[in-house]
């Protein structure tokens, strides 16, 4: 069953064909629409994947060597790297990805380095390839100033080379940068990547925390869940909570981070997450923090009120958009696609149709968008 139903025999519907036929449309996909070609506002996707030929050769040779450790966010990228159409898409940051978002009706993309990303690569490749990426990605951004920004790589296993390389991005005008969640079973809450976290901060750099499979968990991969049905959304809860408990954002209040897929089911829990705070609040984390005592400023809902941006990647969906609109405020709820992952014209369609005034549907599309990512032009 193709994954756009417009009735194109091009363009997105025969990639799709190749590498995701099993995906079938369902329950609450959205219905057959045509998207405004006329809106009153630009729609800015922030979650877009992309990758580079150097990288996927890393990825590979480091699975197929035998020394890598059982990763299952290194084996995820392996069956990525796999999918010739899949890659196509990834690979391409000109007139393939133009051509399909023309075709989809998105004016912009925010490029984010794929999952697993740079930091699943053997230990010591990873900055290189990050100051790779990072080249590349600055020079489609040049190259099409008007429909590509991009977030910035780095390899959080090489400290002092990621601090330099933000420093780096930023010089290069990179919108933010991103981390694909664990790395090999690490946390940016552990003490000594703070680093990282003031140098994002002092730069005005925003964080994007985006998911992998979950690190040394069969459970997940024995069910088929290690992906969105349970690995990506739980890793990345724990990242973020980790992030909150640790104290980050009262050690570095204008530290910006943003979580996908309506903030992996996060803002439905505020009010519990409050009720219980006390349940890791000022407690010692012995074996993360060595034993210092946190104890937070706020209420676990300040954070998302005041750190936290949530993008809806993968869930155009107008009562969970809404409900996030009404709990975290308009101007913290940013549109996503997750090209070339999940992609459909009638889902922008449905957006269009959403029932919001038209200065909180421009929040949503475009104007929160530059403001967290600072996108110009
Ligand atoms: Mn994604």
Known sequence: MPFLEDGSEKGL??????????????????????????????????????TFPALVKAQLDYFNSGDAPDDDSLRMGAMFNHMPSLQDMLQDLGDLRIAHMDELGIDRQLLLLTAPGVQVVRPGEGTALAREANDIAAEACRNHPTRFSAMAAFDPRDVAGSVKELERAAGLGLNGAVLNSHFQGHYLDEPEYRPILEALEALDLALYIHPTAPYNAPHYEQRGFFGALGGFPHDVWLHTMGLVMSGAFDRFPKLRLVIGHLGECMPLHLYRFDWMQGNADGRTRPLIDGGEQIKLQHPTSYYFQNNIWITTSGCGWEAGIKFCQQVLGPDRVIYAMDYPYQQSSDELAAYDRMDMTPEVKKMLMEDNARAVFRIRG
């Open 13 to 50: 519907k025969g990639h799709f064909k190749e590498d995701f036929s099993h995906r079938t449309r369902q329950g609450m996909a959205p219905r057959a629409g045509h998207v405004d070609r006329s809106a009153p506002y630009k729609r800015i996707a922030t979650e877009e994947a992309w």
